[in-house]
């Protein structure tokens, strides 16, 4: 069973500049994770995706930060404009479904944003 | 809202040695899991271990097992036979259950386990 995916791995981009990420959950699962993790710090939950719904966006910062799961499939997290404190890596996490019995997550290996 | 503390940045342990790494969390929730992800250098982060709180029993998986006192809010992890592949971030979970709340983790800030051969 492949993973999930995420691309690019790396990114480095000057401040107030754009940056997309993507990632493509393990087939069949339905929910879809965002998570931000600050180097030295655990990750922090940015939006969670049920199909092409949105759970909870309630920790994104709206002003800058964008997501989207189109066909409740692959998802794009885009952030612009950039600021030094988005370096971070962004991580893709999928799971089954809302109210599956382990509630384990699986998770891509993540996207390392460096923002100069 | 909940949080999670883990109040060793650091940790080392021999091959073959024991380790445990500690957490507590503060939550008003009864129902709950905890969980234990490990993140080794440059790879996706995986599930260790999880634990029901309604479950009084502590978890165990192969050599590694959990020392869960709800009263006390505290989840600790125990490694046992240490191996080098255990190197890597150990993050200390939260998550309240049922519902929308599936997947939405609290993580901990995390502990950097050191094997030495």
């Known amino acids: 069973e492949a993973g999930v995916a995420q691309s690019p791995r790396y990114k480095i981009i000057e401040k107030r500049q754009s940056v997309a990420f993507w990632c493509n959950p393990i087939?069949?699962?339905?929910?879809l994770y965002w998570y931000q993790q600050i180097l030295g710090q655990g990750p922090k939950l940015l939006i969670q995706?049920?199909?092409?719904?949105?759970?909870?966006d309630s920790q994104l910062p709206k002003d800058r930060f964008s997501a989207e799961r189109l066909k409740g499939v692959d998802s794009t997290l885009k952030i612009q404009p950039a600021k030094l404190e988005d370096s971070a890596v962004y991580l893709c996490?999928?799971?089954?479904?809302?109210?599956?019995?382990?509630?384990?997550?699986?998770f891509g290996e993540g996207s390392r944003l460096t923002v100069l | 809202a909940q949080t999670v503390t883990q109040s060793q940045p650091e940790m080392s342990v021999q091959e073959a040695e024991t380790v445990t790494l500690s957490c507590t969390y503060d939550?008003?929730?009864?129902?709950?899991?905890l969980f234990w992800y490990k993140q080794p250098p440059s790879r996706q982060m995986i599930l260790v271990i999880r634990?029901?709180?309604?479950?009084?029993q502590n978890a165990t998986e192969n050599r590694f097992s959990v020392n869960f006192q709800k009263a006390a809010k505290s989840f600790s992890l125990k490694i046992s036979d240490s191996q080098l592949g255990d190197t890597a971030m150990y993050f200390c979970?939260?998550?309240?259950?049922?519902?929308?709340?599936?997947?939405?983790?609290?993580f901990g800030q995390g502990t950097i386990l050191t094997v030495h051969p």
């Open positions: 979970a939260f998550m309240k259950s049922g519902g929308t709340s599936y997947g939405k983790l609290t």
């Open positions: 634990q029901e709180a309604y479950k009084q």
């Open positions: 995706f049920q199909n092409n719904g949105v759970v909870d």
């Open positions: 939550t008003s929730e009864n129902n709950y899991y």
């Open positions: 087939s069949g699962h339905a929910t």
């Open positions: 996490a999928s799971s089954p479904e809302i109210g599956g019995p382990t509630g384990e997550l699986f």
